[in-house]
């Protein structure tokens, strides 16, 4: 049963509503089979890789999908408001340094759920990120949007070859300088596009937030520079995370776990289930400028 609109997006809108097969509430998200006259793949795409992905922790649990005369659907569980959302809400704009630096480290968790299938998502942002609702989930980060993944791997384990000038997939504001250049997206560039959304988490705003396009390379390559003053301003901890992230070479299979394990201490010994800033009326965006 459909109850309201959560809101639409590029290809599609999203729903709230209940299903009777499922305990927990919902949300459908339907794109129309044709629009401007031509059949929309990404559903099915999204569909797909939801069915391989189900049983991983950060991906969300689909119930359903299937298509009607003139839709294409997937009913899943409802999450809460997106992470780009609560960073709106806060008074100062930003979050604080604590829970930035677990709402990385389940990116990169979410992040191992998807590479390790062979595939990169190629749209990581702040606003593709939600934490559950429910007394298991509230505390666990989930990764959404599963509808510009791409296939990086053969079935036999090796690279898929690079096409010479795939279309541009993503948002402009989080895609790393490789994607700029139009180069085939690999798995570094999935970690390019989390090191930015923590670094926006952290700042308020990416300094190439009013930059105009044709510069917005080069602020980002001006970000990478190991004295870059917006660089500094994320912490001692974070620029490290970032300095490893950017380092990345292409053909590079990040190791997960140590990237997670050089935010160790910026969490400041919180577990992954204590509170959230949001949860503790942002207390610590408000109240602390050094991390
Ligand atoms: N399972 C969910 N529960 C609650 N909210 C969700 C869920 N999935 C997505 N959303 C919300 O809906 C927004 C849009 O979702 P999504 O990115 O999957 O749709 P889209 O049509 O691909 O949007 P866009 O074209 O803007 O990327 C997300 O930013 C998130 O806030």
């Known amino acids: 049963m459909i109850q309201g609109l959560i809101g639409r997006g590029g290809y599609g809108q999203i729903y709230y509503g209940s299903d009777a097969t499922f305990p927990e509430d919902v949300v459908i998200k339907i794109e129309p089979i044709v629009r401007n006259g031509r059949t929309g793949k990404r ?11 189900q049983g991983r922790p950060h991906v969300p649990i689909m119930c359903a999908s299937g298509h009607t005369e003139h839709l294409n659907f997937i009913v899943m569980q409802l999450l809460g408001p997106n992470i780009g959302d609560l960073k709106k809400r806060s008074p100062a704009r930003r979050l604080g340094p604590t829970t930035v630096a677990r709402i990385m480290i389940q990116g990169i968790a979410a992040l191992r759920d998807v590479h390790s299938l062979g595939y990169i998502h190629r749209d990581v942002k702040p606003a593709n990120m939600c934490f559950g609702i429910t007394q298991n989930t509230r505390h666990v980060l989930k990764l959404v949007d599963y509808g510009m993944v791409r296939r990086y791997k053969n079935p036999d384990g090796t690279r898929r070859k690079a096409r010479h000038r795939p279309g541009f997939r993503g948002t402009l504001r989080y895609s790393s300088a490789r994607v700029h250049d139009g180069k085939e997206q690999v798995p570094s ?65 990040p190791d997960h776990s140590s990237l997670q394990a050089l935010l160790s201490e ?7 289930r204590e509170a959230y800033d949001w949860e503790e009326n942002y207390r610590e965006a408000c109240g602390s400028e050094d991390y």
């Open 43 to 53: 559903m099915l795409l999204e569909q797909k890789i939801l069915y391989r992905l």
């Open 189 to 253: 560039d999935d970690f390019v596009s989390m090191a930015y959304s923590g670094a926006e988490l952290l700042l308020v705003n990416l300094p190439w937030k009013l930059v105009c396009v044709e510069d917005i390379k080069q602020a980002k390559l001006d970000f990478h520079a190991p004295n870059s003053p917006f660089l500094l301003l994320t912490g001692p901890y974070f620029s490290v995370f970032c300095g490893a992230i950017f380092s990345l070479r292409s053909d590079d299979e």
């Open 266 to 272: 910026m969490t400041g010994g919180k577990s992954l």
